[in-house]
């Protein structure tokens, strides 16, 4: 059973608008949370975290909105640019377990 | 059970040792994964194989090495272990390069 789930499988956003990409998760233990973005053949590299105490963490263009009683993860990136068109993966830990999402395909359009 | 299997799930073993982590992709999916969990440095890209072959490459050590075999299952063999070597390793499997991705649930290796 998927712990993590990110629904969308794509996105398409107008550079200079916002993305907003989604993720759900199950367990309430989870306590971190984090962004990852994957270029094709390549690996994924660490955008952002929040810890489960917090609601908001921000870095620049990017910002991470953790709603616990919905236990629903956002990222937002603003304003969006071609660059960000990559994949994007939510990951949670508890303890010393990562559950992963599957992934959501951001495409930017210049 | 999110359909790719990895066992074992947890290993321990001593510096310079060798080790083989294995990985069975969900099913109909070519294409598989490995990456290197650590506290300092992150998800690391190791190796991708499509199919049985090698599809792309990232920080993997010439200790280590991998391979995917006809029923695409896959093994990760780590050689000459160091006390750094002790990390999670996952793998991925996915049917593209874009959509899809499923990880498994890790093995965690410890180096003593």
């Known amino acids: 059973d998927q712990q993590v789930k990110q629904n969308s499988p794509s996105l398409s956003v107008q550079e200079g608008r916002i993305s907003i990409l989604n993720c759900d998760y199950t367990?309430?233990?989870?306590?971190?949370f984090l962004w990852y973005k994957k270029y094709p053949a390549e690996g994924p590299t660490f955008l952002i975290s929040i810890s489960s105490i917090k609601d908001k963490n921000e870095d620049g263009r990017f910002t991470v909105f953790l709603n616990k009683s919905a236990k629903h993860l956002s990222l937002h990136i603003v304003p969006s640019q071609p660059g960000d068109s990559a994949v994007y993966f939510c990951a949670a830990i508890t303890g010393n377990q990562f559950y992963f999402g599957t992934g959501t395909s951001l495409t930017v359009i210049p | 059970d999110s359909g790719v299997t990895q066992t074992p799930k947890h290993l321990i073993t001593a510096t310079g040792q060798r080790v083989t982590l294995r990985c069975s992709p969900r099913?109909?999916?070519?294409?598989v994964y490995w990456y290197q969990q650590s506290l300092d440095q992150g998800l690391q890209f190791l190796i991708q194989?499509?199919?049985?072959?090698?599809?792309a490459k990232g920080n993997i050590l010439e200790r280590f090495s991998a391979q995917q075999f006809p029923d695409l299952h896959s093994e990760l063999n780590l050689s000459s272990l160091e006390l750094g070597d002790s990390a999670l390793y996952f793998c991925a499997s996915t049917t593209g390069d874009n959509y899809g991705y499923t990880f498994g649930s890790g093995t965690r290796l410890t180096v003593v």
């Open positions: 194989y499509y199919n049985g072959e090698e599809r």
């Open positions: 367990n309430s233990m989870f306590d971190y």
């Open positions: 099913s109909g999916d070519l294409s």
